[in-house]
């Protein structure tokens, strides 16, 4: 038995409100939703857990749960705030430091970041500054801007409701970029896709902009970019990669213990304040991850 201390909510949830097939299944009505919570053992009948263990596990959305060994991960109790476990050394961070690994980001590179105050998009610039790159983010107020630049470590961040996004990028890489992390989708990809240099990667990660759109929308008008510039795209979830997490708790858990890496968060209290939550990462209410304390 395992009482939950934090829990997560995140962008991907929303896909799975739509009754339809998706890489991952959707949330049946009646039922609890799940999704990523750090939590401590109660009681415990499993000789590799005991009571006062900390675990991470995919049963948010509830206080209390009942669930196998192999349901469970731990974690250290060392690393504190727990709830890091859901964002810069969780499944967020991971996303972040996969999508490096997936567009092969090195030393030199400049890279473009949209949603970058985000969960996955402030920990994918900090690990690119880590990795050596000149990294710029666009986000949706002049907090976050400063938030990008004055912690995360950014060269250079912009509100993307101050002017077009193709305008403020040319002035931040009037030279163009290398990568672009795709949060957003939209007026971002768009103009990714114009500032990209020849033989750029695109790390395919969201489309927030788009995810309570009825219809889809349509594609980017200068998609044959693609092929003038010989650009690449790629997507990535970050569960394909779940083999890789000792690694990427071995290295970004380093980072985290140095005080290389920052873990922000934004905090509501209580259970019943999840849906609030939940609704605030469409409203713009978040710097950094998003979770609710349950106790």
Known sequence: MVRNLFMSVDPYMRGRMNDGKSYVPPFELGRPLDGGAVGEVIESRA?????????????????????????????????????????????????????????EVKAGDVVYISGAAGAVGNVAGQLA?????RVIGSTGSMQKVLFLREECGFDVAFNYKGGPVLQQLNVAAPDGIDVYFDNVGGEALEAALSALRAHGRIIACGGISGYNEKTPRPGPSNLFNMITKRLTM?????RDWLDHQEKFEQEVGGYFRAGKLKNKETVEEGIDKAVDAFLGLFQGKNVGKMVVKLT
């Open 47 to 103: 000789k590799s857990f005991k009571p006062g263990d900390a675990v991470t596990s995919n049963f948010g959305w509830r206080e209390y749960f009942i669930a196998s060994p192999k349901e469970l991960h731990p974690v250290s109790r060392e690393v504190q705030p727990l709830s890091v476990y859901l964002g810069a050394l969780g499944m967020t961070g991971m996303t972040a430091w996969v999508g490096l690994n997936v567009a």
């Open 129 to 133: 500054k880590l990795r050596g790159c």
């Open 234 to 238: 790629k997507g990535m979830l970050v």
